[in-house]
């Protein structure tokens, strides 16, 4: 996408609107992601502002049961052709004016992922004991008591506190 017009005139804008496929690179995105949004100078500072969706396809890091979840995020960056100085990561520098966008959103959309992917918020997982999943299942498994713990079964149930 080429920005020269963009970064010449204050008040410029460049509408963004585009469907990027993933599918051949990562089955995580199996189906177009979609972006929209503008690039826009104000006063001197270009920026990128987008909204993108998707499909994300995975298995669940609880449970392990595959699952499809949608997918949304917000692009917010400042665009600058060359930077005065040193180097600051919160800029994205473009010296040839040039964004790849659909880098930019696939960048993006792995750095916003959530760092454990749920089938559901409330996913119970695995028993640790028999593998069962405990979202579909009760465990029949027999609790292990942890041997540094197992004295505290000796003690009565019915113990008064004393003041």
Do not use: W
């Not at 996408?1 to 804008?13: I, K, R």
């Amino acid at each position: 996408m080429n920005l020269e017009a963009v970064f010449a005139n204050p008040g410029a804008a460049l509408p963004v609107n585009a469907d990027f496929s993933f599918a051949e690179e990562d089955t995580l995105f199996p189906e177009t992601v979609h972006t929209a949004g503008e690039v826009r100078n104000r006063s001197g500072v270009v920026t990128l502002h987008t909204t993108f969706s998707a499909h994300i396809s995975f298995d669940c890091d609880r449970c392990a049961e595959p699952a499809v979840r949608e997918y949304t995020g917000e692009i917010l960056q400042t665009l600058v052709t060359q930077l005065n100085g040193e180097e600051d990561s919160s800029f994205t520098v473009l010296p040839d004016s040039q964004l790849d966008l659909r880098e930019t959103v696939r960048e993006e959309l792995y750095l916003q992922l959530p760092s454990k992917l749920l089938c559901t918020p409330n996913c119970r997982g695995l028993c640790p004991g028999c593998g069962a999943n405990l979202n579909n299942a009760v465990c029949t498994c027999i609790k292990q008591i942890d041997p540094r713990l197992a004295a505290l079964l000796s003690l009565p149930e019915d113990i008064e506190e004393t003041p």
